[in-house]
């Protein structure tokens, strides 16, 4: 059974969701390429709460006796999805992590290079000299 | 860096100070006309400063990306600076400079060779003293791996090994992420370049920890086979030049 207390929660969850994840973008707490599968449950879940008989039609489709439980099925299916993305998500960060290590190890290691290379007094004269000359100007 | 055919010897080091200033003195004796790059993995000890004193240019990463992550920065270097020979050396007093020129004869005497690894099981009358558990693990990734490359591999974790330039060129462009060994066997295979193996004594562990400690071997183990079958069914197995970006920033899915 689907009673319309169930259905009027099931409703404001969704909405709530929906309002959370907008808000979140909009104060750009959350990027949008992030903010995409969130945005699609919220909506989901919004229309098969609302839609009663896309909801029981949806049931006896895969075979679930009761309604609400195929709106769990969805809500779960949802879920696992952004867990999904976001291991992807992770992985990509660490892998971009990786590659920002190394460039920065290879770049100190040339900044040393250089430094031992051009002695830093000859240099600091020169600095003094030319900032004379701009300010005698 | 002087010579016409820029030499690197690579040695990953993470804490390693206990045996970093031996195993490069020693590299320095053996093999004088090798340049020295120590890649320091977020070491948390002074081995930066040990392997620096001992003469070799260090990369210090700023945390610990495992041995993977090390070595394919040593490799970036080595592309990027130019280097026509890499070779690979552990810090922990495992690998014997002396043994450096076995590889690089068998690398001369197979001139289509573009990697070649240092073997422990090749020969009959150097006991290598491993734990049973280990020898075996190392016997299992060598039957599956020989069968998949078509090529008798004997020792495919061994990380004492002698690259050419393409060899360097494909590593610094894609390198296996925590347990590199065995997938770069495959890989190399995968991308049509060619391994040989030579016999080489290795000694056991001067100090420090192994980044594989008994308890993980399991999980070592899990790994590394999943990487092996991963990697068989990689749809891309590397990014050639003209690819999309491998790091970019849509969508993981």
């Known amino acids: 059974m689907f009673s319309d207390r169930l259905q009027l929660v099931a409703i404001l969850a969704a909405i709530a969701l929906l309002l959370v994840v907008l808000e979140l973008v909009r104060r750009r707490r959350l990027l949008e390429r992030y903010a995409l599968l969130w945005l699609a449950s919220g909506i989901v879940l919004l229309a098969l709460a609302s839609w009663r008989d896309g909801l029981e039609r949806l049931a006896k489709l895969v075979g679930i006796y009761s309604p609400p439980n195929a709106l769990f099925v969805v809500a779960l299916l949802f879920v696992l999805a952004l867990l999904l993305h976001f291991s992807a998500a992770v992985s990509r960060l660490a892998d971009q992590s990786k590659v920002l290590a190394q460039r920065l190890a290879i770049l100190e290691d040339v900044v040393r290079e250089e430094a031992e290379r051009a002695p830093a007094p000859a240099r600091a004269e020169a600095t003094v000299e030319d900032l004379e000359a701009i300010t005698r100007r | 860096?002087?010579?016409?055919?820029?030499?690197?010897?690579?040695?990953?080091?993470?804490?390693?100070?206990?045996?970093?200033?031996?195993?490069?003195?020693?590299?320095?004796?053996?093999?004088?006309?090798?340049?020295?790059?120590?890649?320091?993995?977020?070491?948390?000890?002074?081995?930066?400063?040990?392997?620096?004193?001992?003469?070799?240019?260090?990369?210090?990463?700023?945390?610990?990306?495992?041995?993977?992550?090390?070595?394919?920065?040593?490799?970036?270097?080595?592309?990027?600076?130019?280097?026509?020979?890499?070779?690979?050396?552990?810090?922990?007093?495992?690998?014997?400079?002396?043994?450096?020129?076995?590889?690089?004869?068998?690398?001369?005497?197979?001139?289509?060779?573009?990697?070649?690894?240092?073997?422990?099981?090749?020969?009959?009358?150097?006991?290598?003293?491993?734990?049973?558990?280990?020898?075996?693990?190392?016997?299992?990734?060598?039957?599956?791996?020989?069968?998949?490359?078509?090529?008798?591999?004997?020792?495919?974790?061994?990380?004492?090994?002698?690259?050419?330039?393409?060899?360097?060129?494909?590593?610094?462009?894609?390198?296996?992420?925590?347990?590199?060994?065995?997938?770069?066997?495959?890989?190399?295979?995968?991308?049509?370049?060619?391994m040989q193996e030579v016999p080489v004594r290795m000694f056991e562990r001067g100090g420090g920890v192994s980044s594989i400690s008994s308890g993980k071997s399991a999980y070592y183990m899990i790994k590394v086979l999943l990487a092996l079958f991963v990697g068989l069914a990689r749809a891309r197995p590397v990014v050639d030049a003209g690819d999309r970006a491998p790091v970019a920033a849509g969508h993981g899915i």
């Open chain 2, 1 to 194: 860096m002087h010579s016409a055919y820029p030499r690197l010897v690579l040695v990953p080091a993470y804490n390693e100070s206990a045996t970093i200033a031996g195993v490069l003195a020693n590299v320095r004796e053996q093999l004088p006309e090798f340049d020295v790059l120590v890649v320091s993995d977020g070491s948390t000890d002074d081995t930066s400063a040990r392997a620096r004193e001992g003469g070799a240019r260090v990369l210090r990463l700023p945390f610990n990306l495992g041995i993977g992550g090390a070595v394919q920065a040593g490799f970036v270097f080595a592309r990027d600076n130019g280097y026509r020979l890499v070779v690979q050396v552990d810090a922990d007093g495992q690998h014997d400079p002396a043994e450096v020129r076995r590889l690089i004869d068998a690398m001369a005497s197979h001139p289509s060779a573009d990697m070649v690894c240092g073997s422990r099981f090749l020969s009959k009358d150097h006991r290598y003293p491993a734990p049973v558990s280990r020898r075996t693990g190392i016997h299992i990734f060598a039957f599956l791996l020989s069968r998949l490359v078509g090529q008798r591999v004997t020792d495919p974790t061994s990380g004492f090994r002698l690259y050419n330039r393409r060899a360097i060129e494909l590593f610094a462009r894609d390198y296996p992420h925590d347990y590199p060994e065995v997938e770069a066997v495959l890989m190399l295979h995968h991308h049509r370049l060619r």
